[in-house]
């Protein structure tokens, strides 16, 4: 049979293992963290790969050769403020538009 010392031993070490898996260093909260910031991460990944396949169309759109001239016309109109003789320019109070 086993003694009370052994018993309470035994416990202890089973107290001191379960502490650590929920609480410890690696234990559960701390994967549970992980998991979380490893989302974050994918999500700010996804977005970043999105915004790479947007400025690598713009590339090819503007790569001698291949221009796409509706486009060129788009940015200089955008960017540049161009406008064609005879066109009416209207301001408006939105400045979101000007970069």
């Not at 994918?42 to 486009?71: F, H, M, Q, W």
């Amino acid at each position: 049979m086993v003694s009370r010392l052994q018993a309470l031993g035994l416990s202890l070490l089973v107290l001191y293992f379960a502490y650590h898996a929920f609480a410890g260093e690696q234990g559960l909260g701390r994967w549970t963290d992980a998991q979380i910031a490893l989302e974050e991460r994918e999500r700010d990944l996804a977005l970043v790969n999105a915004e790479i396949e947007r400025l690598k169309t713009d590339i090819r759109r503007l790569t001698p050769g291949s221009v796409d001239p509706d486009y060129v016309e788009a940015l200089a109109r955008d960017k540049l403020a161009f406008v064609y003789p005879g066109e009416i320019v209207l301001l408006t109070a939105d400045a979101s538009s000007a970069k």
